[in-house]
């Protein structure tokens, strides 16, 4: 059996059991009719997406996410699921989904800075968390309740639903030999590692996946990161730049995001409410394992097919990029309410975590590679 049905399969049969068990009880008070119309009403919903149609990995994570959400409900909960730009244009999702526009969306907490710089702790943080470290935050380190409040001011409820891992450091047209080299550089790259890349000279842009291929092409911009291998493989950006940079300092473990309209949420019976939990989560795994499981093939066609030259980062260059991001990521922490109670919490989960990563995760792959 595939695990995708059974993960489907057991969950619907959980959810009819959960279903089951309430009609009991609203039965034993006398309130059963209400009950059973409740659980034959078929709901219909909207995603709104911040990534281009159908896009490998990120694009089609969202429809595995509208699968396992319309399979584990028995079909009484329907997504539909919408690209970037076809409801609003992708960096409008989160106002969309707020607004009712859409009742669900998924995106990356760091493209909502605007909103509130405290998101983009819920996304990825330079030289922050791991995707299994971002994992135990939001949901065994008490991530998630600070979230929730974050994102209840603006109607919302926030739900991990994937992690590209950690990602790769950009496409360049021309070599980083030194920090001298990022000076004047125009980049795309969001949240908190855009911040870092001014504060050391060069120019941040923010631009959705759809408009990278023609901003570098054209020159608009000298270099861009996106996510991987995977994803930057199938974007194609080895047609226009050569330079392929590690390690991803500004994204270890990029955590994406569904949110959802809490109005529409809290309408929800308490059984689909439980299904949508369980759904985000299944898709939060499925992602980061395909991103895993895919990339290395997929660095391997860029490097021997396409004649891609992969570069690390010079130490010092790696040193700059960390000691500004120390800075930058304090100053964000100390420029709101929110942003200081959310950047203390992650930063107390990393020092605790960090220990414990370093003596297995890190420890066993330099072991590996003895």
């Known amino acids: 059996m595939e695990r995708r049905k059974f993960i489907a399969g057991g969950l619907v049969g959980a959810a009819a059991l959960t279903a089951a068990s309430c009609g009991k009880r609203e039965?034993?008070?006398?309130?059963?009719?209400?009950?059973?119309?409740?659980?034959?009403k078929k709901i219909e919903w909207r995603m709104a997406t911040t990534w281009p149609k159908n896009f490998p990995g990120l694009g089609?994570?969202?429809?595995?996410?509208?699968?396992?959400?319309?399979?584990?409900?028995?079909?009484?909960?329907e997504v539909s699921v919408f690209g970037g730009g076809e409801i609003v244009p992708a960096?409008?999702?989160?106002?969309?989904?707020a607004q009712g526009t859409a009742q669900m969306g998924h995106g990356a907490a760091y493209y909502w800075k605007g909103k509130s710089p405290a998101t983009q702790f819920f996304a990825a943080v330079p030289f922050g968390l791991s995707a299994q470290e971002m994992n135990a935050w939001i949901y065994y380190g008490g991530g998630q309740k600070l979230w929730d409040e974050l994102y209840a001011e603006h109607n919302l409820k926030p739900f991990l639903a994937g992690n590209t891992g950690v990602q790769m450091g950009g496409w360049f047209n021309r070599e980083v030999n030194s920090l001298d080299d990022m000076k004047g550089?125009?980049?795309?790259?969001?949240?908190?590692?855009?911040?870092?890349?001014?504060?050391?000279?060069?120019?941040p842009k923010l631009l959705p996946g759809?408009?990278?291929?023609?901003?570098?092409?054209?020159?608009?911009i000298d270099a861009t990161e996106w996510v991987g291998p995977y994803n930057d493989l199938a974007f194609g950006f080895y047609k226009i730049a050569k330079f392929y940079y590690y390690p991803g300092?500004?994204?270890?473990?990029?955590?994406?995001?569904?949110?959802?309209?809490?109005?529409?949420?809290?309408?929800?019976?308490?059984?689909?409410?439980?299904?949508?939990?369980?759904?985000?989560?299944?898709?939060?795994?499925?992602?980061?394992?395909?991103?895993?499981?895919?990339?290395?093939?997929?660095?391997?066609?860029?490097?021997?097919?396409?004649?891609?030259?992969l570069k690390r980062f010079p130490d010092d260059v790696l040193r700059a990029f960390k000691s500004t991001a120390e800075e930058v990521v304090g100053d964000v922490a100390a420029g709101d309410a929110a942003s200081r109670k959310v950047y203390d919490a992650f930063a107390a989960f990393r020092e605790k975590v960090s220990g414990w990563t370093n003596l297995s995760e890190t420890s066993y792959a330099l072991a590996r590679d003895l």
């Open 60 to 77: 089609t994570g969202a429809n595995q996410l509208a699968k396992y959400i319309s399979e584990m409900s028995g079909g009484r909960l």
């Open 210 to 220: 759809g408009e990278i291929f023609t901003a570098l092409e054209s020159g608009a």
């Open 185 to 203: 550089l125009i980049m795309r790259m969001p949240g908190l590692g855009g911040d870092v890349l001014s504060a050391v000279g060069a120019t």
């Open 27 to 40: 039965e034993e008070k006398k309130q059963a009719p209400a009950v059973q119309t409740d659980a034959g």
């Open 91 to 97: 960096l409008e999702t989160f106002d969309a989904v």
């Open 249 to 309: 300092w500004h994204e270890p473990g990029t955590a994406l995001e569904s949110f959802v309209n809490k109005s529409a949420y809290d309408d929800l019976p308490a059984d689909l409410q439980q299904v949508v939990a369980a759904a985000c989560q299944a898709a939060n795994m499925d992602m980061l394992s395909e991103f895993t499981a895919r990339n290395g093939e997929a660095l391997a066609t860029l490097t021997g097919e396409h004649n891609v030259q």
